[in-house]
């Protein structure tokens, strides 16, 4: 005799229901579905926080609650961490933070409140974050408001431009994470960087166009438009370069840029790169900057009529170590001013990398912690776009 079929219990018919909910719903509609789950399932209340642009604040998407900072709350922690932390409130009740995470891109937190939370709830509690963030994800590029909330000054038109161009801020799988940060979050004009995953190679490049201006950014995004068609037609390293810089020559000829586009092999580590007019890639082995370790010879920027004619772009290779990573960057970073007036540098800023990889954060909290303690030296202002991209190569057997 057949079997009957198995009823879904309470918990997968709420969240079949969230979920059917989720796909109609506007975006700032989510924290009302979220609301409806949590007193359905005992919850007082659940708050959803989304990062900042900086990377600095906690925002809330609904009106009430007060932002939160990254680097000083115990909802920091938890979106610092990527953990869960408890907070015990007044009159017998905690709140369970739980970051929000799409693959490896840190979106934020959610705070779900009650006077008691079992494994049972929090298990729920996790299935809803992750929910949540996919959902996020999937409705943010589609709307304003999720931008709107997580920017706390007008953003100039050169920077709007080239930031609709840009890849989430992290992408990673069980081998390989890489991250990004890009300063002055609300002014760039050339800096740009793209990281992408296939099955066996993580791409990733870094650019800086000429000038400071929305001509700077167009030339950045063209040139991001042809590592990606490139890329995307199985083009290998040196034929994905001139394909960028044959591009810029035809379409912009007044304009050229720098940039490191790279590959890292993830079964084996290989790490290729070719270095079109680029401060050096810098390896980062054991918390430690290793001296010169990827400083090669530098070719022309992309796109320079100089060479227009045939030129022989050089890829250069490195064998990685489990857990080495790679760490690129604009000039902005070194050339910027000390209060005291005196160029930051390369050894300052090693010496920064340094302190912020020595506390053993995950990449993109190693990287967070980077920027800010630049910007901080700069009282925030910067004069120059500053870009970063760590890379870090984990093979499973070094969990």
């Known amino acids: 005799m057949a079997s009957e079929p198995r009823k879904p219990g309470p918990g997968e018919q709420l969240f079949e229901q969230l979920l059917s909910a989720a796909h109609a719903a506007a975006p700032m509609d989510l924290p009302v579905l979220v609301q409806s789950f949590a007193e359905a399932v005992g919850l007082d209340w659940i708050e959803v926080y989304l990062v900042d642009l900086q990377q600095r604040s906690l925002v809330p998407l609904t009106n009430g609650p007060a932002v939160l900072g990254v680097d000083n709350t115990i909802a920091g922690s938890a979106y610092r961490a990527h953990a869960l932390r408890i907070e015990e409130l007044d009159e017998g009740r905690i709140t369970a933070w739980l970051p929000l995470i799409d693959g490896a891109e840190r979106l934020g937190v959610i705070g779900a409140t009650a006077s008691a939370i079992d494994a049972a709830l929090l298990r729920r509690c996790r ?8 959902v996020i994800t999937s409705k943010r590029s589609a709307s ?3 931008a709107r909330r997580t920017r706390s000054e007008r953003m100039q038109l050169p920077a709007e431009m080239l930031r609709a161009f840009l890849p989430p801020r992290t992408v990673g799988n069980s081998r390989v994470i890489s991250t990004a940060v890009l300063e002055p979050a609300y ?19 870094i650019l800086d166009a000429m000038g400071h201006n929305l001509a700077s950014g167009l030339t950045t995004a063209v040139a991001l438009a042809g590592c990606r068609n490139a890329r995307r037609a199985e083009a290998d390293l040196p034929e994905l370069v001139d394909t960028v810089h044959r591009t810029l020559s035809r379409w912009l000829p007044e304009q050229f840029c ?6 890292l092999n993830l079964a084996e580590g290989l790490f290729r790169w070719c270095n079109c007019g680029h401060p050096p890639p810098l390896l980062i082995r054991d918390h430690r900057v290793l001296d010169r ?20 772009w050089d890829i250069h290779e490195e064998a990685l170590q489990p857990g080495d990573r790679v760490l690129m960057y604009t000039d902005g970073v070194t050339e910027l ?25 995950p990449a993109p909290e190693a990287l967070r912690q980077l920027i800010h303690s630049i910007l901080d030296r700069q009282d925030n202002q910067l004069r120059d776009d500053a870009t970063l991209l760590l890379l870090e190569w984990r093979p499973p057997e070094t969990w």
């Open 144 to 146: 304003d408001s999720y």
């Open 187 to 205: 002014e760039i004009g050339g800096d740009a960087f793209d990281h992408s995953l296939t099955q066996s190679t993580l791409h990733v490049a």
């Open 337 to 361: 001013r000390t209060r005291d007036g005196d160029e930051f540098g390369l050894e300052r800023f090693t010496d920064s990398i340094i302190r912020a990889t020595a506390a053993g954060e």
């Open 127 to 134: 299935m809803l974050a992750s929910i949540l963030a996919m």
């Open 293 to 312: 370790a990827l400083e090669r010879p530098a070719q022309p920027p992309i796109g320079t009529p100089a060479v227009l004619a045939d030129v022989r």
């Open 258 to 263: 720098t940039g490191i586009l790279a590959q």
